[in-house]
């Protein structure tokens, strides 16, 4: 079952905005995490939020949890071309042992 | 760099082949996990294991099997391939225990079954 669905699936930007994609999911978590995908690679971790945290920031990405509206966002700064990728929201659920339920993605291209 | 490693990136069976699909880790994690994408389905997962000789199903396990020997390697098997596993297979590794830990991820095997 998909746990997490992120939303927009696709999103075109320009180089130096900022980019923000978001998740929704569906049940009590223990965290939330994002990965990125370089086409027909595999995913990158790039950061995890604790259930109880509410925004956390690594370089030029900034992560918000709402766990009361189960939802996400990725902020993603100052966008470059190599920033495009596909992200994908990653849900560890409560009681579910370390066992991630992934999202369908969103495709970031980034332009020139 | 710590890694995980995934025997092969392209791969053509035939339909009704076994097809063996490995995956080594090189930093002594207790989970690993087989998941298959599929465009617009995102990662479903197959099959994952918390230690050796462990085995747990996930959401689709139906047509595949698993086995995990060591705790290095974890091996994921499609008895007899049919079309409908034509897919990108990823392996994952991590920690085990309580905590929050992040998935590292192979590059993926994109296999074929004709």
């Known amino acids: 079952s998909q746990q997490g669905e992120e939303d927009p699936q696709a999103l075109s930007i320009q180089e130096g905005e900022n980019a923000t994609m978001n998740c929704s999911y569906k049940?009590?978590?223990?965290?939330l995490q994002w990965y990125r995908q370089n086409s027909g690679r595999g995913l990158v971790h790039l950061i995890l939020?604790?259930?109880?945290?509410r925004e956390k920031h690594s370089g030029r990405l900034r992560v918000t949890l709402d766990t009361s509206k189960k939802s996400s966002s990725l902020l993603i700064t100052a966008s470059r071309a190599a920033d495009t990728a596909s992200y994908f929201c990653?849900?560890?659920?409560?009681?579910?042992?370390?066992?991630?339920?992934f999202g369908t993605g969103t495709q970031l291209k980034v332009e020139l | 760099d710590v890694k995980v490693t995934q025997s092969s990136r392209y791969l053509v069976k035939r339909t009704g082949e076994k097809v063996f699909l490995e995956c080594v880790q090189d930093?002594?994690?207790?989970?690993m996990f087989w998941y298959r994408q599929d465009p617009g389905l995102g990662l479903r997962l197959i099959y994952f294991s918390y230690d050796v000789k462990m085995k747990e199903k996930g959401d689709i396990p139906e047509g595949y099997s698993v086995s995990r020997e060591k705790k290095e390697r974890f091996s994921l098997i499609l008895e007899s391939a049919s079309t409908n596993q034509t897919s990108m297979y990823l392996c994952?590794?991590?920690?085990?225990?309580?905590?929050?830990?992040?998935?590292?991820f192979g590059s993926g095997t994109r296999l074929t079954v004709v």
């Open positions: 049940t009590s978590i223990n965290n």
């Open positions: 994952a590794s991590s920690l085990g225990g309580v905590g929050d830990y992040g998935y590292t």
């Open positions: 990653a849900t560890d659920e409560a009681g579910g042992g370390n066992k991630l339920t």
């Open positions: 939020i604790r259930s109880n945290e």
């Open positions: 930093m002594d994690h207790e989970n």
